[in-house]
């Protein structure tokens, strides 16, 4: 299986701030990369590197064969098939939850509306809410609304799929449903880089965690290896402040 | 507040003790409808209307379009495009719009003559040509602001399901501003149609200029030029009265947005 997401010595500023140093990082398809680490540590930057919402400034960064640089074609060429769902969900407001799923394909793809309404309504299947299909996304639960993002992102038949701390504005009680339908991805082996705080679901489903802080990536580890016994002193830290509580 | 009501009840009621006519100081019967020359007057003054709505909703609808022309290189990450943007914004922002009205309908056709361009611009396109540009500059800052106030994950959202920049402004990012744009725009319609006020100083035959016209012949200034205020009032209000029925309607279209 070759690699879909290569990362070499890519660093990223804002301003003097380093929030990626040096990142490398190779994903191999099909598999899921559960990113975690301390807030401010780069873990976002780093989806959002791979996604393209911000460009890097040093190293290389290879997504699914193509190179990507800084201008707009090399975007182009990955777009729509490195899908991103965020932590605020960010659903189009005024649209209905089934003309939100159809935007990207009928637009993006070029799909006619009948053939992106069949996508639509078995994504929805998925994701265990067909009945909402015709609501707006105000009057959804949390829960309901990342699912609808999910089915979203995944109506665009992507390759890789990120995560942006996808539970972390739910209420406790949602955050066990978006699990359950990203687990069922990870099942269908689905490319998966997923930014949380959830160490069940690292537990769960992560071929590999990678722990990262300052914009560094301390550790990789099997997930089994990293719960047991972590191998920087910063990840025990991290560890122990998230498992215990 | 209390005493703004009495003071337009007593101000309505001095009116029409004035319409009586048995007083000496106000004259009524230059526009009452009962007498021939004043229904003649009356009828001259209202015809007005028509010269001052078509000037107002052409100016508007040329303003509402170069506005948003105006407004998209301000949201460009590129520092030039920002700037020209800029700098169109301030200088016709500051022309106050008299002078910019003389310049248009004396000097403009002067430049378009010197490069070989015989382009007769009359008071009316004066008018319109003055009051939507001078206007842009408003409708611009509009929509940048309304454009700008949308939450910064919607484009990101857009730009993931692999919508261009065109196709998330026009999906997803300006269907959203249209409500927070829509009354400020109200404000610069109203605007608009009070601004057009001055193109009877070049001659166009609006309702400003008809008062003047009557005022020069009757010297009876109070009484049409009263009625004068009455007749933007009206213009004034069904603007306002339209835009409410449009808020509404889009409104409740997006009620469930949060």
Redesign the interface.
């Known amino acids: 299986m070759g690699s879909v997401i290569e990362m070499k010595g890519v660093s990223k500023y804002f301003g003097s701030f380093k929030a990626l140093n040096n990142v490398d990082l190779i994903v191999s398809k099909g598999e899921k990369v559960v990113v975690c680490g301390p807030s401010g540590s780069g873990k976002s930057t780093l989806v959002r590197c791979i996604?393209?919402?911000e460009k890097h400034d040093e190293g290389t960064l290879e997504v699914l064969g193509s190179i990507l640089t800084n201008d707009e074609k090399t975007s182009r060429a990955i777009?729509?098939k490195?899908?991103?769902v965020?932590q605020?969900f960010?659903?189009?407001?005024?649209l209905s939850v089934l003309d939100n799923l159809i935007?990207?394909p009928t637009?993006?793809?070029g799909l006619s509306r009948k053939d992106a309404l069949d996508r639509a309504y078995m994504f929805l299947e998925r994701v265990k809410i067909p009945e909402q299909a015709d609501?707006?996304?105000?009057?959804l639960s949390g829960g309901q609304q990342q699912r609808v993002a999910i089915a979203?992102?995944l109506?665009?038949e992507p390759e890789i799929m990120l995560f942006d701390e996808p539970t972390s504005a739910l209420d406790p009680e949602m955050i066990a449903e978006v699990l359950d339908v990203i687990l069922d991805l990870a099942k269908e082996g689905m490319t998966m880089v997923v930014v949380t705080h959830e160490m069940g679901f690292a537990r769960k489903a992560a071929d590999r965690v990678i722990f990262m802080d300052e914009g560094e990536i301390l550790e990789e580890n099997i997930p089994t290896n990293f719960f047991k016994n972590p191998q920087t002193e910063r990840s025990k830290l991290f560890l122990n402040q998230v498992l215990n509580h | 507040m209390n005493f703004c009501i009495r003071l337009f009840i007593v101000s309505i009621f001095l009116l029409l003790a004035g319409c009586s006519g048995e007083s000496g100081n106000w004259g009524w019967y230059v526009i009452d409808p009962s007498t021939k020359s004043g229904w003649i007057n009356i009828k001259f003054l209202v015809g007005g209307f028509g010269a001052t709505i078509l000037v107002s909703l052409l100016a508007a609808f040329i303003s509402i379009i170069l506005g948003l022309i105006v407004a998209l290189p301000s949201l460009s990450s590129s520092w030039i495009l920002r700037s020209c943007n800029r700098i169109y914004v301030e200088f016709i922002r500051a022309i106050p719009l008299l002078p910019m009205l003389f310049w248009v309908f004396y000097g403009l056709p002067v430049i378009l003559k010197s490069l070989g361009l015989q382009v007769e611009i009359d008071a009316f396109w004066g008018a319109v040509i003055t009051l939507a540009v001078s206007d842009s500059a408003f409708t611009a800052e509009i929509y940048r602001a309304g454009i700008q106030s949308i939450?910064k994950?919607?484009r990101?959202?857009?730009?993931?399901?692999?919508?261009?920049y065109f196709?998330s402004m026009r999906?997803?990012i300006f269907?959203?501003a249209l409500r927070r744009i829509l009354p400020p725009l109200a404000n610069q319609f109203i605007y608009i149609v009070k601004m057009s006020a001055f193109a009877s100083v070049i001659g166009m035959q609006e309702l400003t200029r008809r008062a003047n016209e009557i005022v020069v012949t009757e010297y009876r200034p109070l009484e049409i030029y009263t009625l004068l205020i009455f007749e933007y009032l009206v213009l004034v209000l069904l603007i306002s009265f339209g835009v409410r029925w449009l808020e509404k309607k889009l409104g409740s279209?997006?009620s469930?947005?949060?």
């Open positions: 996604s393209r919402l777009k729509s490195v899908s991103m965020f605020q960010n659903l189009f407001p005024h935007l990207g637009k993006a793809l609501k707006k996304p105000g009057l979203r992102a109506c665009l | 939450a994950g919607q990101e959202a857009a730009q993931t399901i692999g919508l261009s196709q999906y997803v269907p959203q279209n997006e469930n947005m949060n």
